[in-house]
């Protein structure tokens, strides 16, 4: 599992290999939505006809008024919440950031084809109708494999990430069916087949791309003070629209306004008990920015699956209460364990962010379901929250609750088995992945400019009007020079 596979070196030029792929890849989606996408009745030209014909009396019924606010804060999570929380590294921002656009760019593309598949394939026409909820929707699948990109941050090529994205998609695509559809359990924010999946894939392809030498990198494995910074920038970005991310996709009403609330107050919670356990664990006392940028999202993201569900304020706050002190001790303690005795290395600590809270907010919701009552929810109330229609209309909570645990399982499962299968994928020779010696840095994928500039500043700024205003003369700069 080191830097060679059957004597073979590493060649990081990927000149062929990612214009390949990237644009094969790109037909191959122009393709396949020719034949297979359209738009939904609410975003077709005949809305107007659909509008009469359901009695509709308003544009503003249109389902894009009230779900597009939501999917705003959900593309910023993805593109510059989560690619931004990735900048610690103090030599592989452009990496974390652009490798981050990259991955989001292509899975939302392959995200929709995959979930229309499985959730709104007309079996009529065979045709795939997306809205703006089907964006929401490919938004969340890719957050599963930028979750795993934090396992595997900085010790992979860009091919790879494409490869990791495109089964990632894949099997979040059918997890999610068996979990939503099959086993009909409630995840309106994901814990379960976001966190838990995205967690455990990422960290099942680390271990089997494990690196006895990385230690070699170890000078580029840190942050420095500026790049702590930009990824608290992430940070907050995600702290501040993660409400909109739990409750983007719940039903209009009371499960929608209930999910912003749970979310808002565990995400407060986690605060405070991070900086605590932070404090407690350092010497004199001192915080450490790796608690702060992460662990104060735990409470968000435990809180997915319960959101929608009457588990109360206070419930909410010991939900973000808890899994703030747990994701911080993780860190401490985990991590190191984790890297010395499993040989799993994981760069960004999705282990404690994202596998353990998604896992944690799984049972969570399975055990707020279980102990759901007709006094707390009212018998239409049960029926809205936990979908007990159709086939499932005599469906209990009991039974519900046992459902959520088992959905949570096979998240778990195909985290872990699928992270293990695409893992041994990646260590085939032929992806252009560094040298244990040469992880954590943008030069080996990135043109990265000189950083030390020995220009006086006042020349740099008339070098710079210079090539913006050839016909300005010198003797305007000589006297500032001077």
Request: glycine fraction near 10%.
């Amino acid at each position: 599992m080191g830097n060679c596979f059957f004597g073979a070196t590493k060649n990081t030029n990927v000149r062929v290999s990612l214009p390949a792929v990237c644009f094969v890849w790109q037909v191959a989606m122009i393709i396949l939505f020719g034949v297979f996408i359209r738009y939904d009745e609410e975003s077709d030209a005949h809305w107007q006809e659909f509008r009469i014909e359901h009695n509709i009396t308003s544009d503003i019924e249109n389902d894009f008024y009230f779900r597009y606010p939501s999917f705003q804060d959900v593309h910023v999570m993805i593109f510059v919440g989560f690619g931004f929380l990735m900048t610690f590294l103090k030599r592989y921002s452009f990496g974390a950031v652009g490798f981050n656009f990259l991955v989001a760019a292509f899975g939302i593309q392959w995200a929709l084809l995959m979930q229309g598949w499985f959730h709104s394939l007309d079996p009529a026409t065979g045709k795939i109708f997306i809205g703006i909820e089907s964006l929401i929707n490919a938004d969340f699948c890719v957050a599963g494999c930028l979750i795993a990109y934090g396992a595997v941050l900085g010790k992979v090529s860009p091919v790879q990430l494409l490869v990791l994205t495109l089964f990632g998609v894949t099997l979040f695509a059918v997890e999610e069916y068996i979990i939503l559809t099959l086993l009909h359990a409630r995840d309106a924010g994901g814990s379960m087949v976001i966190h838990a999946f995205g967690g455990y894939y990422g960290l099942a392809i680390s271990w089997v791309l494990y690196r006895p030498n990385l230690h070699q990198s170890k000078r580029l494995n840190g942050s420095v003070y500026h790049s702590d910074v930009f990824a608290m920038i992430g940070t907050l970005f995600l702290w501040m629209f993660w409400p909109s991310f739990n409750s983007a996709i719940t039903d209009h009403g009371d499960g929608q306004h209930r999910a912003a609330i749970n979310t808002y107050l565990a995400l407060a919670s986690s605060v405070l008990t991070a900086v605590a356990i932070s404090s407690l664990t350092q010497k004199k006392g001192k915080l450490d920015m790796v608690h702060i940028q992460n662990s104060t999202l735990a409470g968000g993201v435990a809180m997915g699956t319960a959101a929608e569900f009457m588990i109360s304020p206070y419930g909410s706050l010991i939900v973000g209460f808890s899994c703030g002190i747990i994701s911080t001790f993780g860190y401490v303690f985990v991590t190191p364990f984790l890297e010395s005795r499993l040989k799993l290395q994981d760069t960004c600590g999705v282990h404690n962010l994202h596998a353990v809270p998604g896992m944690l907010g799984g049972f969570i919701g399975a055990i707020v379901a279980a102990s759901a009552t007709e006094a707390v929810y009212s018998r239409e109330g049960l029926i809205n929250t936990f979908d007990f229609e159709g086939a499932f209309a005599d469906r209990s909570v009991g039974t519900q609750g046992g459902f959520q645990a088992a959905g949570t399982c096979v998240a778990i499962a195909f985290g872990l088995v699928g992270g293990a299968i695409v893992g041994l994928i990646l260590k085939l020779p032929i992806w252009g992945d560094p040298a244990d010696d040469n992880c954590y840095d943008d030069e080996v994928y990135w043109e990265v400019p000189e950083e030390d500039e020995s220009i006086p500043p006042i020349l740099e700024y008339n070098n710079h009007m210079t090539h913006k205003h050839q016909d300005i003369s010198e003797s305007n700069f000589s006297v500032e020079q001077s």
